[in-house]
């Protein structure tokens, strides 16, 4: 099975400036026959379903702002959020949908600071 | 609108078991697969498993040793998911999640219900 870990457990940073989330996984999930990455980004606030951010590592779903990024490849990938806003306040995971069963981080939740 | 609906929280005994529903509206069921995902308190979450709703096809993760029973009923665009032999640890928040279609394979999933509490308690 595929672990993903995500760095750090938690993040504070002040509005305005840039949040980083990494995120590793044990195996790559770089698929060689199509050249995408199976990793995917959610943002969950309380009493919420998760909702999508990133697929392919890097595309960002239709409505998500734009301040939110997604890069990496195979087995490392990171998160940025650009210019923190205080809606932006949640807990956010990665997850691999290369093979089954799909997985996710642990979580990496995202504080004012 | 796109939406998945979910059934109401459920209180159950150890060793009995749940049926969740998910009611899809707003889409064509049948075009996307769907998944189940749980979230325990203060855990991450955890694929349980997921139907191909067109043709009912299903595939379980492994760590519930066959106490996963995922089905749907296609003239009601609702899928549903049964745990059975339920012991404490299976307290969580169930979610049913559509799989985008973004390919072949798998995708993330770009449509998630609004959650179903299951307590297990005696």
């Known amino acids: 099975d595929i672990v993903m870990t995500q760095s750090p457990d938690s993040l504070a940073v002040s509005l305005g400036e840039r949040a980083t989330i990494n995120c590793k996984s044990s195996?790559?999930?770089?698929?060689?026959?199509?050249?995408?990455?199976?990793l995917a980004w959610y943002q969950q606030k309380p009493g919420q379903p998760p909702k999508l951010l990133i697929y392919?590592?890097?595309t960002r779903e239709s409505g998500v702002p734009d301040r939110f990024s997604g890069s990496g490849s195979e087995t490392d990938f990171t998160l940025t959020i650009s210019s923190l806003q205080a809606e932006d306040v949640a807990v956010y995971y990665c997850?691999?949908?290369?093979?089954?069963?799909?997985?996710f981080g642990q979580g990496t939740k995202l504080e004012i600071k | 609108q796109v939406q998945l609906v979910q059934s109401g929280a459920e209180v159950k005994k150890p060793g009995a078991s749940v049926k969740v529903s998910c009611k899809a509206s707003?889409?064509?069921?049948?075009?996307?697969?769907m998944h189940w995902v749980r979230q325990a308190p203060g855990q991450r979450l955890e694929w349980m498993g997921w139907?191909?709703?067109?043709?009912?096809?299903?595939k379980d993760s492994q760590k519930f040793q066959g106490r996963v029973t995922i089905s749907r009923d296609t003239s009601a665009s609702t899928a549903y998911m049964e745990l059975s032999s339920l012991r404490s640890e299976d307290t969580a928040v169930y979610y049913c999640?559509?799989?985008?279609?973004?390919?072949?394979?798998?995708?993330?999933?770009?449509?998630w219900g609004q959650g179903t509490l299951v307590t297990v308690s005696s």
């Open positions: 999640a559509r799989d985008g279609a973004c390919s072949s394979t798998s995708c993330s999933f770009d449509l």
């Open positions: 707003g889409y064509t069921f049948t075009s996307y697969a």
């Open positions: 139907i191909n709703s067109d043709n009912g096809n299903t």
């Open positions: 195996q790559s999930v770089l698929y060689s026959s199509n050249n995408k990455n199976y």
């Open positions: 392919w590592a890097s």
């Open positions: 997850q691999q949908y290369y093979n089954t069963p799909y997985s």
